[in-house]
């Protein structure tokens, strides 16, 4: 079945320490999105990808970044945790980010901060 | 601007009792619509969409929306709940308008009783 996929489903790491975490689809879509969902809240969208073109939320902090190397892949950077980092992350696709096509997510890596 | 309002943050039923999740919408014109759900450590899985074509869609699981444009609004429903249903439901406004913009709704909480 095409489907998104994230890896791992939980991460923990130390304040401070860099990480990255990944996601992949095989449903061939042209967008794909990072959010941030933090406990009984929805999610919060970070950026997302246009093909190549990136587009970065105006809110969304420096300390995160992202990679896609290729269709298929995308990484969330997270450059410097901090303990308000702690939270589900969720990636999602669109077929082309048209107003009508819904977003398919995945699973969700589930970060911890020591 | 763009709003989507969930009138609930938790709705309680019995199972095998009438399910009714609402959710109001703000557009300057007629916006592209869903319903996803959320279970416990898991990503957002599509319901149902409305995109301008009839006024009650139907969804996976049982569930329906109706798109009221008088009332601006977007109720869920499903006849009869089933302990399955027990999640967290996100009422979701898009638009592509002068810009990429996804709206969610702070979400409602769904128990469902033996």
């Known amino acids: 079945d095409a489907m998104v996929i994230q890896n791992p489903r939980y991460q923990v790491t130390q304040f401070g320490k860099p990480v990255t975490l990944s996601c992949s689809q095989t449903?061939?879509?042209?967008?794909m999105y990072w959010y941030q969902q933090k406990s009984s809240q929805a999610p919060k969208l970070l950026f997302h990808?246009?093909?190549?073109?990136?587009?970065n939320e105006a809110d969304t902090p420096d300390n995160f970044q992202s990679r896609r190397p290729n269709t298929s892949f995308c990484f969330l950077d997270i450059r410097s945790p901090g303990l308000g980092d702690a939270a589900m992350y969720l990636c999602?696709?669109?077929?082309?980010?048209?107003?009508?096509?819904?977003?398919?997510f995945g699973d969700g890596t589930r970060l911890s901060i020591l | 601007a763009q709003s989507v309002t969930q009138l609930d943050s938790h709705v309680s039923v019995s199972e095998g009792t009438p399910v009714l999740l609402r959710c109001n919408y703000s557009?300057?014109?007629?916006?592209?619509l869903f319903w996803y759900v959320q279970h416990p450590n898991k990503g957002l899985q599509l319901l149902l969409k409305?995109?301008?074509?009839?006024?009650l869609v139907k969804g996976i699981n049982g569930f329906e929306a109706e798109f009221k444009k008088s009332e601006t609004s977007f109720h869920l429903t499903k006849p009869s709940a089933h302990m399955s249903d027990a999640a967290e439901y996100f009422c979701?406004?898009?638009?592509?308008?002068?810009?990429?913009?996804?709206?969610f709704g702070a979400g409602t909480r769904l128990f469902v009783k033996a």
């Open positions: 449903l061939n879509h042209n967008v």
């Open positions: 990808y246009y093909d190549k073109d990136f587009n």
């Open positions: 557009s300057s014109y007629s916006p592209s």
């Open positions: 979701v406004v898009s638009r592509n308008t002068g810009g990429f913009k996804t709206i």
């Open positions: 999602a696709t669109s077929r082309d980010g048209g107003e009508n096509q819904p977003q398919h």
């Open positions: 409305y995109t301008s074509a009839a006024t």
